[in-house]
Protein backbone atom coordinates (compact mmCIF):
# COMPACT_ATOMS: atom_id res chain seq x y z
CA UNK A 1 0.00 0.00 0.00
CA UNK A 2 1.18 3.33 -0.75
CA UNK A 3 1.71 6.43 1.78
CA UNK A 4 -0.30 9.24 2.15
CA UNK A 5 2.45 11.19 1.60
CA UNK A 6 3.17 9.95 -2.35
CA UNK A 7 -0.98 10.56 -2.45
CA UNK A 8 -0.17 13.64 -2.00
CA UNK A 9 2.80 14.25 -4.04
CA UNK A 10 0.68 12.90 -6.94
CA UNK A 11 -2.17 14.52 -6.82
CA UNK A 12 -0.17 17.71 -6.33
CA UNK A 13 1.52 17.18 -9.63
CA UNK A 14 -1.06 16.03 -11.64
CA UNK A 15 -3.67 18.73 -10.49
CA UNK A 16 -2.11 22.02 -9.45
CA UNK A 17 1.53 21.39 -11.92
CA UNK A 18 -0.95 19.82 -14.59
CA UNK A 19 1.32 17.12 -15.37
CA UNK A 20 0.04 14.49 -17.37
CA UNK A 21 -1.13 10.76 -16.17
CA UNK A 22 1.55 9.03 -18.04
CA UNK A 23 3.97 11.66 -17.16
CA UNK A 24 3.28 11.07 -13.76
CA UNK A 25 3.38 7.36 -13.44
CA UNK A 26 6.73 7.87 -15.43
CA UNK A 27 8.15 10.25 -12.55
CA UNK A 28 6.98 8.67 -9.75
CA UNK A 29 7.21 4.89 -11.24
CA UNK A 30 3.84 3.83 -10.57
CA UNK A 31 1.34 2.25 -13.04
CA UNK A 32 -0.98 4.60 -15.08
CA UNK A 33 -3.87 2.68 -13.11
CA UNK A 34 -2.87 3.41 -9.97
CA UNK A 35 -2.37 7.52 -10.62
CA UNK A 36 -5.89 7.24 -11.50
CA UNK A 37 -6.81 5.62 -8.19
CA UNK A 38 -4.42 8.57 -6.59
CA UNK A 39 -6.36 11.25 -8.31
CA UNK A 40 -9.81 9.68 -7.43
CA UNK A 41 -9.27 9.17 -3.65
CA UNK A 42 -7.20 11.58 -1.28
CA UNK A 43 -5.91 8.86 0.87
CA UNK A 44 -5.35 5.17 0.28
CA UNK A 45 -8.78 3.55 0.42
CA UNK A 46 -7.58 0.53 1.71
CA UNK A 47 -8.56 -3.35 -0.13
CA UNK A 48 -12.05 -3.87 -1.10
CA UNK A 49 -13.36 -7.03 -2.07
CA UNK A 50 -15.12 -6.81 -5.03
CA UNK A 51 -17.35 -10.16 -4.03
CA UNK A 52 -17.66 -12.13 -1.47
CA UNK A 53 -14.65 -14.48 -0.53
CA UNK A 54 -15.30 -17.93 -1.97
CA UNK A 55 -15.44 -20.53 0.93
CA UNK A 56 -16.24 -23.98 -1.46
CA UNK A 57 -15.81 -26.34 1.56
CA UNK A 58 -17.58 -24.34 4.17
CA UNK A 59 -20.50 -23.19 2.61
CA UNK A 60 -22.78 -26.12 1.91
CA UNK A 61 -22.32 -26.18 5.64
CA UNK A 62 -23.07 -22.37 6.71
CA UNK A 63 -26.99 -23.84 7.10
CA UNK A 64 -26.08 -26.26 9.91
CA UNK A 65 -23.34 -23.60 11.69
CA UNK A 66 -27.06 -21.14 11.39
CA UNK A 67 -29.33 -23.73 13.01
CA UNK A 68 -26.94 -24.88 15.76
CA UNK A 69 -26.39 -21.16 16.85
CA UNK A 70 -30.11 -20.65 16.81
CA UNK A 71 -30.81 -23.04 19.12
CA UNK A 72 -27.88 -22.10 21.46
CA UNK A 73 -30.28 -19.02 21.73
CA UNK A 74 -32.83 -20.87 23.48
CA UNK A 75 -30.06 -22.28 25.97
CA UNK A 76 -28.17 -21.13 29.21
CA UNK A 77 -24.92 -19.05 28.15
CA UNK A 78 -22.46 -21.31 29.99
CA UNK A 79 -23.85 -23.65 27.91
CA UNK A 80 -23.87 -22.76 24.36
CA UNK A 81 -21.58 -24.07 21.25
CA UNK A 82 -18.03 -22.54 21.12
CA UNK A 83 -16.62 -22.32 17.98
CA UNK A 84 -14.39 -25.42 18.30
CA UNK A 85 -17.39 -27.69 19.56
CA UNK A 86 -19.07 -26.37 16.30
CA UNK A 87 -16.16 -27.65 13.72
CA UNK A 88 -16.10 -30.76 15.83
CA UNK A 89 -19.59 -31.36 15.09
CA UNK A 90 -19.05 -30.26 11.33
CA UNK A 91 -16.36 -33.02 11.32
CA UNK A 92 -17.74 -35.77 13.42
CA UNK A 93 -21.42 -35.69 12.37
CA UNK A 94 -21.52 -34.09 8.60
CA UNK A 95 -18.06 -35.14 7.17
CA UNK A 96 -16.55 -31.72 6.87
CA UNK A 97 -13.26 -31.28 5.33
CA UNK A 98 -11.68 -28.10 5.97
CA UNK A 99 -10.48 -26.81 8.85
CA UNK A 100 -10.83 -25.05 11.87
CA UNK A 101 -10.07 -21.26 11.06
CA UNK A 102 -12.60 -20.96 8.72
CA UNK A 103 -15.82 -21.94 11.15
CA UNK A 104 -14.32 -19.82 13.58
CA UNK A 105 -14.38 -16.74 11.38
CA UNK A 106 -17.23 -17.57 10.41
CA UNK A 107 -19.12 -17.82 13.77
CA UNK A 108 -17.33 -15.26 14.98
CA UNK A 109 -18.59 -13.06 11.95
CA UNK A 110 -22.69 -14.53 12.67
CA UNK A 111 -22.23 -13.72 16.37
CA UNK A 112 -21.38 -9.92 15.97
CA UNK A 113 -23.90 -9.52 13.44
CA UNK A 114 -26.58 -10.86 16.30
CA UNK A 115 -25.35 -9.03 18.89
CA UNK A 116 -28.28 -6.46 19.86
CA UNK A 117 -28.28 -2.32 19.95
CA UNK A 118 -30.25 -0.45 22.10
CA UNK A 119 -31.70 2.98 21.74
CA UNK A 120 -31.01 5.99 23.85
CA UNK A 121 -33.52 6.45 26.33
CA UNK A 122 -34.66 9.91 28.17
CA UNK A 123 -36.60 9.54 31.27
CA UNK A 124 -39.52 11.49 32.73
CA UNK A 125 -39.66 12.28 36.24
CA UNK A 126 -41.10 10.31 38.93
CA UNK A 127 -40.49 7.23 37.95
CA UNK A 128 -38.34 4.16 39.36
CA UNK A 129 -36.38 1.07 38.95
CA UNK A 130 -36.22 -1.43 41.54
CA UNK A 131 -33.62 -4.96 41.87
CA UNK A 132 -31.71 -6.98 44.27
CA UNK A 133 -27.90 -7.11 44.35
CA UNK A 134 -25.85 -9.76 46.36
CA UNK A 135 -22.44 -8.45 48.33
CA UNK A 136 -20.39 -9.84 50.66
CA UNK A 137 -19.83 -8.16 54.17
CA UNK A 138 -18.50 -9.23 57.49
CA UNK A 139 -21.47 -8.81 60.07
CA UNK A 140 -20.13 -9.23 63.49
CA UNK A 141 -17.10 -10.66 62.86
CA UNK A 142 -18.55 -13.55 60.52
CA UNK A 143 -18.24 -13.02 56.76
CA UNK A 144 -21.84 -13.45 55.37
CA UNK A 145 -23.37 -12.85 51.94
CA UNK A 146 -26.24 -9.83 52.43
CA UNK A 147 -29.02 -9.12 49.72
CA UNK A 148 -29.31 -5.33 48.61
CA UNK A 149 -32.59 -3.82 48.36
CA UNK A 150 -31.91 -1.00 45.04
CA UNK A 151 -34.00 1.54 43.73
CA UNK A 152 -32.66 3.92 41.31
CA UNK A 153 -34.35 6.98 40.19
CA UNK A 154 -33.46 6.96 36.39
CA UNK A 155 -34.18 10.98 35.77
CA UNK A 156 -32.47 12.64 38.70
CA UNK A 157 -29.86 9.27 39.36
CA UNK A 158 -30.83 9.51 43.01
CA UNK A 159 -30.64 5.66 44.78
CA UNK A 160 -31.49 4.15 47.65
CA UNK A 161 -29.78 1.09 49.09
CA UNK A 162 -30.42 -1.06 52.24
CA UNK A 163 -29.25 -4.89 53.09
CA UNK A 164 -30.77 -7.54 54.09
CA UNK A 165 -30.15 -10.95 55.32
CA UNK A 166 -32.16 -12.73 52.69
CA UNK A 167 -34.04 -11.67 49.00
CA UNK A 168 -37.94 -12.88 50.88
CA UNK A 169 -40.74 -11.05 49.79
CA UNK A 170 -40.95 -8.98 53.45
CA UNK A 171 -37.73 -7.69 52.72
CA UNK A 172 -38.50 -6.61 49.38
CA UNK A 173 -41.93 -5.12 50.67
CA UNK A 174 -39.73 -3.56 53.79
CA UNK A 175 -37.08 -2.15 50.87
CA UNK A 176 -39.83 -0.35 49.50
CA UNK A 177 -41.61 1.34 52.55
CA UNK A 178 -38.03 2.73 53.52
CA UNK A 179 -36.91 3.96 50.06
CA UNK A 180 -40.70 5.70 49.72
CA UNK A 181 -39.89 7.18 53.40
CA UNK A 182 -36.29 7.99 52.23
CA UNK A 183 -36.95 9.89 48.89
CA UNK A 184 -40.82 11.74 50.66
CA UNK A 185 -43.16 10.27 48.35
CA UNK A 186 -44.11 7.17 45.40
CA UNK A 187 -43.22 7.03 42.28
CA UNK A 188 -45.65 6.96 39.88
CA UNK A 189 -44.54 3.78 38.17
CA UNK A 190 -41.67 1.22 38.77
CA UNK A 191 -39.71 -0.91 36.42
CA UNK A 192 -38.93 -4.67 37.76
CA UNK A 193 -37.52 -7.77 36.38
CA UNK A 194 -39.95 -10.88 36.09
CA UNK A 195 -38.83 -11.60 40.54
CA UNK A 196 -40.97 -14.19 41.75
CA UNK A 197 -41.46 -11.74 44.42
CA UNK A 198 -43.43 -9.73 42.13
CA UNK A 199 -44.80 -12.27 39.58
CA UNK A 200 -46.36 -15.38 40.65
CA UNK A 201 -46.92 -16.67 36.68
CA UNK A 202 -46.47 -15.44 33.65
CA UNK A 203 -49.44 -16.34 31.64
CA UNK A 204 -49.57 -17.31 27.59
CA UNK A 205 -50.14 -13.39 26.75
CA UNK A 206 -47.57 -12.21 28.62
CA UNK A 207 -49.77 -11.16 31.34
CA UNK A 208 -48.30 -10.99 34.54
CA UNK A 209 -50.18 -12.63 37.63
CA UNK A 210 -48.64 -10.62 40.56
CA UNK A 211 -48.41 -12.13 43.98
CA UNK A 212 -50.79 -11.68 46.85
CA UNK A 213 -47.82 -9.85 49.03
CA UNK A 214 -46.92 -7.44 45.60
CA UNK A 215 -50.47 -6.94 45.12
CA UNK A 216 -50.80 -5.64 48.57
CA UNK A 217 -48.08 -3.01 48.33
CA UNK A 218 -49.67 -1.86 45.26
CA UNK A 219 -53.16 -1.26 46.28
CA UNK A 220 -51.54 0.47 49.46
CA UNK A 221 -49.51 2.88 47.37
CA UNK A 222 -51.36 2.97 44.31
CA UNK A 223 -48.02 2.71 41.78
CA UNK A 224 -47.82 1.63 38.13
CA UNK A 225 -45.79 -1.55 37.89
CA UNK A 226 -44.23 -2.39 34.40
CA UNK A 227 -41.31 -5.45 34.02
CA UNK A 228 -38.86 -5.95 31.82
CA UNK A 229 -38.71 -8.96 28.93
CA UNK A 230 -37.97 -12.02 30.57
CA UNK A 231 -33.77 -12.60 30.83
CA UNK A 232 -33.43 -8.99 29.64
CA UNK A 233 -31.89 -7.45 32.29
CA UNK A 234 -30.95 -4.80 30.12
CA UNK A 235 -34.53 -3.44 30.26
CA UNK A 236 -34.13 -1.90 33.70
CA UNK A 237 -30.35 -0.99 33.55
CA UNK A 238 -30.05 2.30 35.55
CA UNK A 239 -30.55 -0.04 38.46
CA UNK A 240 -28.36 -2.77 37.19
CA UNK A 241 -25.74 -0.21 36.71
CA UNK A 242 -26.57 1.13 40.13
CA UNK A 243 -25.86 -2.34 41.81
CA UNK A 244 -22.59 -2.38 40.19
CA UNK A 245 -21.73 1.03 41.26
CA UNK A 246 -22.76 -0.01 45.08
CA UNK A 247 -20.19 -2.87 45.23
CA UNK A 248 -17.41 -1.09 43.25
CA UNK A 249 -17.49 1.88 45.58
CA UNK A 250 -19.79 1.77 48.38
CA UNK A 251 -18.66 -2.07 49.89
CA UNK A 252 -15.10 -1.96 48.58
CA UNK A 253 -13.09 -2.75 50.45
CA UNK A 254 -15.23 -5.40 51.78
CA UNK A 255 -17.25 -3.36 55.04
CA UNK A 256 -16.53 -4.55 58.44
CA UNK A 257 -19.47 -3.91 60.84
CA UNK A 258 -21.28 -4.76 64.02
CA UNK A 259 -24.69 -4.85 63.23
CA UNK A 260 -26.73 -5.00 59.79
CA UNK A 261 -28.10 -2.13 61.05
CA UNK A 262 -24.63 -0.12 61.31
CA UNK A 263 -24.22 -1.05 57.43
CA UNK A 264 -27.72 -0.16 56.27
CA UNK A 265 -26.68 3.13 58.06
CA UNK A 266 -23.70 3.45 56.01
CA UNK A 267 -25.45 2.80 53.12
CA UNK A 268 -28.02 5.76 53.24
CA UNK A 269 -25.18 8.25 54.23
CA UNK A 270 -23.61 7.51 51.15
CA UNK A 271 -26.57 7.47 49.01
CA UNK A 272 -27.14 10.81 50.94
CA UNK A 273 -23.40 11.88 49.71
CA UNK A 274 -24.11 11.05 46.40
CA UNK A 275 -27.27 13.59 46.24
CA UNK A 276 -24.18 16.34 45.74
CA UNK A 277 -22.53 15.04 42.78
CA UNK A 278 -23.14 16.54 39.44
CA UNK A 279 -22.51 13.22 36.68
CA UNK A 280 -21.17 13.82 33.25
CA UNK A 281 -23.89 15.17 30.87
CA UNK A 282 -25.75 16.73 33.54
CA UNK A 283 -25.44 20.35 34.45
CA UNK A 284 -27.58 20.17 38.37
CA UNK A 285 -26.11 18.03 40.84
CA UNK A 286 -28.41 14.90 41.62
CA UNK A 287 -30.13 16.31 44.39
CA UNK A 288 -31.40 19.14 41.93
CA UNK A 289 -32.64 16.96 39.57
CA UNK A 290 -34.62 15.00 42.12
CA UNK A 291 -36.57 17.93 43.36
CA UNK A 292 -38.48 17.45 39.61
CA UNK A 293 -38.68 13.30 40.86
CA UNK A 294 -39.82 14.81 44.03
CA UNK A 295 -42.38 17.02 42.31
CA UNK A 296 -43.91 14.06 39.84
CA UNK A 297 -44.37 11.41 43.11
CA UNK A 298 -47.77 10.11 44.42
CA UNK A 299 -47.93 11.40 48.06
CA UNK A 300 -47.44 8.91 50.77
CA UNK A 301 -50.45 7.22 52.26
CA UNK A 302 -51.27 8.23 56.24
CA UNK A 303 -50.00 5.16 57.29
CA UNK A 304 -46.81 3.02 55.70
CA UNK A 305 -47.83 -0.88 54.83
CA UNK A 306 -47.30 -3.64 57.09
CA UNK A 307 -44.22 -4.84 55.30
CA UNK A 308 -44.46 -8.87 56.72
CA UNK A 309 -44.91 -12.13 55.15
CA UNK A 310 -48.59 -13.72 56.77
CA UNK A 311 -48.78 -17.69 56.82
CA UNK A 312 -51.29 -19.72 59.13
CA UNK A 313 -49.77 -22.33 62.06
CA UNK A 314 -50.52 -25.01 63.99
CA UNK A 315 -49.06 -24.73 68.23
CA UNK A 316 -47.49 -28.81 68.69
CA UNK A 317 -47.68 -29.97 71.33
CA UNK A 318 -44.36 -28.70 72.53
CA UNK A 319 -45.45 -25.20 71.88
CA UNK A 320 -43.62 -24.34 68.87
CA UNK A 321 -44.99 -23.36 65.48
CA UNK A 322 -42.79 -23.48 62.71
CA UNK A 323 -42.16 -21.02 60.34
CA UNK A 324 -39.88 -21.29 57.30
CA UNK A 325 -37.89 -24.11 58.49
CA UNK A 326 -37.69 -22.88 62.14
CA UNK A 327 -39.65 -23.42 65.43
CA UNK A 328 -40.55 -20.57 67.41
CA UNK A 329 -41.60 -21.03 71.05
CA UNK A 330 -45.54 -19.48 72.19
CA UNK A 331 -47.01 -19.88 75.74
CA UNK A 332 -48.29 -23.65 76.89
CA UNK A 333 -51.90 -22.35 77.19
CA UNK A 334 -51.52 -22.27 73.14
CA UNK A 335 -51.02 -25.81 72.85
CA UNK A 336 -52.70 -27.25 69.79
CA UNK A 337 -54.56 -24.02 68.59
CA UNK A 338 -54.33 -22.41 65.22
CA UNK A 339 -52.22 -19.19 64.87
CA UNK A 340 -51.66 -16.48 62.63
CA UNK A 341 -47.40 -16.34 61.84
CA UNK A 342 -46.20 -12.53 60.56
CA UNK A 343 -42.40 -12.95 59.30
CA UNK A 344 -40.87 -9.28 59.52
CA UNK A 345 -37.29 -8.78 58.01
CA UNK A 346 -35.84 -8.55 61.72
CA UNK A 347 -38.52 -10.58 64.01
CA UNK A 348 -41.50 -13.12 64.28
CA UNK A 349 -44.65 -11.95 65.51
CA UNK A 350 -47.24 -15.06 66.15
CA UNK A 351 -51.09 -14.50 67.13
CA UNK A 352 -53.66 -16.69 68.60
CA UNK A 353 -57.13 -14.50 67.60
CA UNK A 354 -56.90 -10.36 68.01
CA UNK A 355 -54.31 -11.30 70.53
CA UNK A 356 -50.47 -11.24 70.07
CA UNK A 357 -48.81 -14.34 72.06
CA UNK A 358 -45.07 -14.28 71.11
CA UNK A 359 -42.51 -12.53 69.25
CA UNK A 360 -39.17 -13.20 68.52
CA UNK A 361 -35.74 -12.06 66.40
CA UNK A 362 -35.80 -13.85 63.46
CA UNK A 363 -33.95 -16.41 62.29
CA UNK A 364 -32.70 -17.24 58.63
CA UNK A 365 -30.80 -20.24 59.56
CA UNK A 366 -32.51 -23.71 59.48
CA UNK A 367 -33.83 -26.24 62.23
CA UNK A 368 -33.55 -23.44 64.30
CA UNK A 369 -35.22 -23.52 67.76
CA UNK A 370 -36.29 -20.04 69.02
CA UNK A 371 -37.21 -20.66 72.35
CA UNK A 372 -38.64 -17.60 75.29
CA UNK A 373 -38.28 -19.61 78.16
CA UNK A 374 -40.66 -17.69 80.15
CA UNK A 375 -43.36 -19.75 77.78
CA UNK A 376 -42.75 -22.75 79.32
CA UNK A 377 -42.24 -21.81 83.46
CA UNK A 378 -46.52 -22.49 84.07
CA UNK A 379 -45.88 -26.18 82.96
CA UNK A 380 -42.39 -26.62 84.80
CA UNK A 381 -44.73 -25.70 87.94
CA UNK A 382 -46.56 -28.45 87.29
CA UNK A 383 -43.95 -30.67 86.18
CA UNK A 384 -40.96 -29.82 88.19
CA UNK A 385 -38.97 -32.77 87.45
CA UNK A 386 -38.46 -31.44 84.19
CA UNK A 387 -36.59 -28.41 85.90
CA UNK A 388 -33.36 -29.26 84.97
CA UNK A 389 -33.36 -31.08 81.38
CA UNK A 390 -35.77 -28.33 80.28
CA UNK A 391 -34.36 -27.41 76.81
CA UNK A 392 -36.05 -23.88 76.64
CA UNK A 393 -34.02 -22.89 79.91
CA UNK A 394 -30.74 -24.18 78.78
CA UNK A 395 -28.61 -20.79 77.61
CA UNK A 396 -30.71 -18.57 79.59
CA UNK A 397 -28.26 -16.11 81.12
CA UNK A 398 -29.64 -15.33 84.47
CA UNK A 399 -27.73 -12.82 87.25
CA UNK A 400 -25.68 -14.61 89.88
CA UNK A 401 -28.11 -13.88 92.42
CA UNK A 402 -31.06 -16.26 90.94
CA UNK A 403 -28.86 -19.36 91.12
CA UNK A 404 -27.94 -18.29 94.91
CA UNK A 405 -31.59 -18.38 95.62
CA UNK A 406 -32.21 -21.43 94.39
CA UNK A 407 -29.43 -23.31 96.21
CA UNK A 408 -31.13 -21.67 99.40
CA UNK A 409 -34.67 -22.50 98.47
CA UNK A 410 -33.72 -26.49 97.46
CA UNK A 411 -31.43 -26.39 101.13
CA UNK A 412 -34.27 -25.66 103.09
CA UNK A 413 -37.14 -26.58 101.32
CA UNK A 414 -35.92 -29.99 99.12
CA UNK A 415 -38.08 -30.72 96.01
CA UNK A 416 -41.02 -27.80 97.28
CA UNK A 417 -37.65 -25.23 96.68
CA UNK A 418 -37.95 -25.50 92.95
CA UNK A 419 -40.90 -25.31 92.91
CA UNK A 420 -40.97 -21.74 94.64
CA UNK A 421 -37.99 -21.13 92.54
CA UNK A 422 -39.85 -21.20 89.60
CA UNK A 423 -42.49 -19.43 90.90
CA UNK A 424 -39.67 -16.53 91.28
CA UNK A 425 -39.02 -16.93 87.68
CA UNK A 426 -42.82 -16.38 86.72
CA UNK A 427 -42.33 -13.19 88.50
CA UNK A 428 -40.84 -12.32 85.08
CA UNK A 429 -44.52 -12.76 83.33
CA UNK A 430 -45.34 -9.41 84.68
CA UNK A 431 -42.33 -7.10 86.16
CA UNK A 432 -39.10 -6.19 84.30
CA UNK A 433 -36.39 -8.83 84.93
CA UNK A 434 -34.45 -5.53 86.10
CA UNK A 435 -37.22 -5.19 88.97
CA UNK A 436 -37.08 -9.15 89.62
CA UNK A 437 -33.48 -9.28 90.17
CA UNK A 438 -33.29 -6.16 92.83
CA UNK A 439 -36.25 -8.07 94.26
CA UNK A 440 -33.76 -11.54 94.62
CA UNK A 441 -30.98 -9.34 95.91
CA UNK A 442 -32.74 -7.73 98.30
CA UNK A 443 -34.52 -11.33 99.90
CA UNK A 444 -30.97 -12.43 99.97
CA UNK A 445 -29.45 -9.30 101.71
CA UNK A 446 -32.73 -9.92 104.66
CA UNK A 447 -32.50 -13.15 104.58
CA UNK A 448 -36.47 -13.84 103.32
CA UNK A 449 -36.19 -16.54 100.98
CA UNK A 450 -39.68 -17.06 99.28
CA UNK A 451 -41.26 -16.77 96.79
CA UNK A 452 -43.78 -14.46 98.18
CA UNK A 453 -41.15 -12.22 100.18
CA UNK A 454 -39.97 -11.83 96.49
CA UNK A 455 -42.90 -10.53 94.91
CA UNK A 456 -43.87 -8.18 98.08
CA UNK A 457 -40.06 -6.88 97.22
CA UNK A 458 -41.05 -6.28 93.70
CA UNK A 459 -44.34 -4.22 94.29
CA UNK A 460 -42.43 -2.11 97.29
CA UNK A 461 -39.77 -1.06 94.76
CA UNK A 462 -42.65 -0.39 91.69
CA UNK A 463 -44.86 1.55 94.36
CA UNK A 464 -42.08 3.37 95.93
CA UNK A 465 -42.49 2.41 99.44
CA UNK A 466 -40.45 0.74 102.31
CA UNK A 467 -40.70 -3.28 102.61
CA UNK A 468 -42.90 -4.52 105.42
CA UNK A 469 -42.63 -8.28 105.97
CA UNK A 470 -44.05 -10.39 108.38
CA UNK A 471 -41.50 -12.43 110.10
CA UNK A 472 -43.85 -14.85 110.67
CA UNK A 473 -44.31 -16.05 107.43
CA UNK A 474 -40.87 -17.26 107.18
CA UNK A 475 -40.16 -20.20 109.46
CA UNK A 476 -37.02 -20.42 108.22
CA UNK A 477 -35.41 -16.96 109.58
CA UNK A 478 -32.98 -17.43 112.72
CA UNK A 479 -34.88 -16.32 115.49
CA UNK A 480 -33.55 -14.10 118.35
CA UNK A 481 -34.88 -13.58 122.06
CA UNK A 482 -35.03 -10.15 123.86
CA UNK A 483 -35.51 -10.34 127.23
CA UNK A 484 -36.03 -7.30 130.03
CA UNK A 485 -32.36 -6.57 131.35
CA UNK A 486 -32.59 -6.29 134.90
CA UNK A 487 -30.23 -4.33 137.30
CA UNK A 488 -28.87 -7.12 139.25
CA UNK A 489 -27.80 -8.59 135.53
CA UNK A 490 -25.79 -5.29 135.00
CA UNK A 491 -24.26 -5.68 138.77
CA UNK A 492 -23.22 -9.22 137.62
CA UNK A 493 -21.56 -7.95 134.82
CA UNK A 494 -19.20 -5.42 136.75
CA UNK A 495 -17.99 -7.69 139.09
CA UNK A 496 -17.37 -10.03 136.48
CA UNK A 497 -19.55 -12.75 138.09
CA UNK A 498 -20.73 -13.36 134.21
CA UNK A 499 -17.80 -13.53 132.95
Known sequence: MYSVDLYARVRRACHVERMSKRQAARVFGIDRKTVDKMLAHSVPPGYRRSRPPSRPKLDPFTGIIDRILEADRQVHRKQRHTAKRIFERLRDE????????????????????GREVFVPLAHDPGHAQVDFGEARAVIGGQECKIHVFAMDLPHSDACFLKAYRAETSEAFCEGHVAAFGFFGGVPRSILYDNTKLAVARILGDGTRQR??????????YLFEDRFGRPGKGNDKGKVEGLIGFM??????????????EALNARLEARCR????????RHEETIAERLERDRAAFLPLPATPYDACDRCPGRVTSLSLVRYKANDYSVPVVYGHREV????????????????????????YEREDLIFDPLHYLPLLERKIGALDQAAPLRGWALPEAFATLRRLLEARMGKAG?????QVLRLMETFRPADVETAVRAALRFGVISADAVK????????????RLDLELYPYLPRAEVATTSPGSYMSLLSGAGL
Do not use: M
Open 94 to 113: HGFSGGYTIVKDYVRECRRR
Open 340 to 363: LIRGYVDRVVISCGAEVIARHPRS
Open 247 to 260: RRNFLVPVPRVESL
Open 418 to 422: KREYV
Open 273 to 280: ERQTARLR
Open 456 to 467: HLVLCRIERRPP
Open 211 to 220: TRVFSELQSH
